[in-house]
């Protein structure tokens, strides 16, 4: 797919999730609004399609896929799979270090002994980041 196609069809997208929703809030919330706001978006969606169909078969004949092309695709998705790994553990790490550093503050309150044994769970915690960050490497290395 060519690139303008590329960017037409994402920015129709985009203007066809935008457009009916900044309608929708700022007028009234009727039935006519929701209405035309599915249509907007409608029309927007459906018309984003039909200028990329146009300007890909309009043109001259597509040709093969080179292999520099496929390349450069495998390496994007390498990066994109590096990145996924990092940011979903950190996410995970972060939800998991939120409930166990405030329980962990809970029981240090009640009982100073336990502070210990609580590190441990949040350091368990902080763990699953580092692993999603080895894996992020891991995979930067094979590219």
Do not use: H, W
């Not at 502070?115 to 590219?143: N, P, T």
């Amino acid at each position: 797919m060519n690139l303008t196609v590329k960017l037409l069809l994402i920015t129709a997208l985009v203007l066809s999730i935008i457009i009916p929703f900044g309608y929708f809030l700022i007028g009234e919330k009727t039935k006519k609004s929701y209405k035309r706001a599915i249509g907007v978006n409608a029309f927007f969606y459906f018309g984003a399609f039909a200028i990329a169909g146009i300007m890909m078969f309009g043109g001259a004949p597509a040709q093969a896929a080179d292999v520099a092309e496929t390349a450069s695709n495998a390496v994007g998705f390498g990066y994109l799979a590096a990145a996924l790994s990092t940011g979903l553990s950190c996410v995970g790490g972060g939800i998991a270090v939120a409930s166990a550093a405030s329980a962990a503050l809970g029981a240090i309150s009640e009982d100073s002994s336990a502070l210990g044994k609580s590190l441990i769970f949040v350091g368990l915690a902080e763990g699953v980041c580092l692993y999603g960050l080895i894996i992020s490497f891991m995979i930067l290395g094979k590219l």
